[in-house]
């Protein structure tokens, strides 16, 4: 026991003495984002340049591999094995960022400079997904330092490049090396805690489906005065084919598209008593809103969602007097593994058709992550709650899918491992937007909670 609560005072002390911040500030440095053109030197840098030299320091061995998917990042893979009977961790992130935004974020901040203001480190990647892989590796380094250069299992890594266009090709390369990269457990980190200050798992994920809803009526705007109550306006009726779908407090109407027999039993025990919120000034649980009956974290990880990505008619910036020719609002349904996304497509179509609103056109439609579920009960999930719980002295929270995306499916489909993700951010991290920042004290939580983990596997071997 004091050989563990060592390698968690060595990853502490390394968190404590500003050598974590420094490290990850150097990877923030690097402006890999996937979302602009011209930083695919950027984005391999990033790999070549810091991830691989910091792993092979640790015993990896490091390979970068071009996108199987032209004009998409490259994927760093990377193994640590001490022998074959021994268990096999494999661990993921994402070394790409979303776009800086450079213009947005508030004075005085940078998104390529990690900028710290109390417990807010802020900078592009400093929550998703630079700082929670680099928790974890940190950890890691920390673990092989108490026991001596021998941790007592393998551990292979995954981290790719395009994870914020949607992990494109990832699905190709890991079912191309299935073999290589065989594990007994996905163990990784990305995403928000259920609260700030509640340690959180997650075993697996919501899908996301896409689709345009298109009303197109002529071919140009005629006079409003002299065709204005005479002829369709596709406003109008776009906001009643929304209404036919959503009523005004956020039910789904199209039942079809629903975890056919409610919340499952399972799902509803693990989320009992479960706080869901911590957005800050970001966003707010506005009651009332979304499914009846259900409890918040039920609405988000037990329940689909319908939103509204965008949507228009006409030119809102330069309106001219006319009745539009068309409209378009382009729409996601955020989906648990209860129901079924091969469906979607056509219950919208009945349900349309049987509210009257057979001119509405879907395109587009179609699934761009899946979803993933372990159960919430497996004995892998099972014994990381009880490691967590050890070294924190907290309950954890476990959740049976995070209510974002993230690309375990492909993890679960070609390699069978079940899920294991530790998200160590928050909801009020503004990941996506400007002033991106990561809690101090949830980075702290996370380095012990791993370096408790990584300790855990060893002694699991043994
Ligand atoms: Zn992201």
Request: aromatic share 8%.
């Amino acid at each position: 026991m004091a050989a563990r609560q060592d390698a968690i005072a060595r990853a502490l002390a390394h968190f404590d003495s500003g050598a974590f911040r420094a490290h990850l500030a150097e990877l923030v440095a690097v402006k890999s984002t996937s979302q602009d053109p011209g930083h695919e030197a950027d984005v391999r840098d990033y790999l070549e340049a810091h991830i691989r030299p910091w792993l092979e320091r640790m015993g990896f061995g490091v390979a970068v591999h071009d996108n199987p998917r032209a004009g998409f990042g490259p994927i760093l893979t990377a193994e640590r094995m001490e022998g074959a009977g021994l268990p096999t961790v494999l661990t993921y992130g994402h070394g790409d960022t979303v776009r800086g935004l450079e213009d947005q974020w508030r004075a005085g901040l940078d998104p390529w400079v990690l900028t710290e203001e109390g417990d807010l480190w802020y900078g592009r990647g400093s929550a998703d997904n630079k700082g929670q892989h680099a928790v974890n590796l940190a950890a890691l380094e920390a673990v092989l330092a108490a026991r001596g250069g021998r941790i007592g299992f393998n551990v292979k890594l995954v981290l790719e490049t395009s994870e914020e266009r949607g992990s494109v090709g990832l699905r190709d390369f890991v079912a191309t090396r299935a073999k290589e990269l065989a594990a007994d457990v996905l163990i990784a980190s990305d995403g928000p805690r259920v609260m700030p200050e509640v340690p959180t798992i997650t075993t697996g994920t919501r899908g996301t489906f896409h689709f345009d809803l298109v009303l197109k009526y002529r071919p140009g705007g005629v006079h409003s005065g002299h065709w204005g109550g005479l002829t369709r306006d596709p406003a109008v009726r776009m906001a009643h084919v929304l209404g036919a779908i959503m009523d005004a407090n956020g039910k789904i109407l199209v039942r079809d598209w629903l975890p056919r027999n409610g919340v499952p039993a399972v799902v509803r025990q693990v989320l009992a008593g479960c706080e869901v919120g911590g957005g800050g000034d970001s966003a707010s649980i506005d009651d009332g809103w979304g499914e009846p009956g259900l409890t918040a974290a039920e609405k988000i990880y037990g329940w689909n969602s319908f939103i509204v990505l965008a949507m228009i008619s006409g030119r809102p910036e330069n309106p001219v007097n006319a009745v539009a020719p068309d409209a378009r609002a382009h729409c996601q349904i955020r989906y648990t593994v209860d129901s079924d996304p091969a469906t979607f497509e056509a219950s919208l179509r009945r349900h349309l058709d049987e509210n009257g609103f057979r001119d509405v056109a879907i395109e587009n439609a179609g699934i761009r992550m899946p979803a993933s579920r372990t159960d919430p009960h497996h004995p892998w999930v099972k014994w990381a709650v009880a490691s967590m719980e050890a070294t924190l002295g907290k309950r954890v929270q476990v959740i049976p899918n995070s209510s974002g995306g993230l690309p375990g499916d492909v993890f679960v489909d070609f390699l069978g491992v079940p899920l294991v993700w530790v998200p160590h951010s928050y909801n009020g991290c503004k990941q996506h937007g400007p002033d991106e920042h990561f809690l101090a004290s949830n980075a702290r939580e996370g380095i012990a909670a791993f370096a408790g983990m990584w300790w855990d596997l060893g002694e699991k071997a043994a």
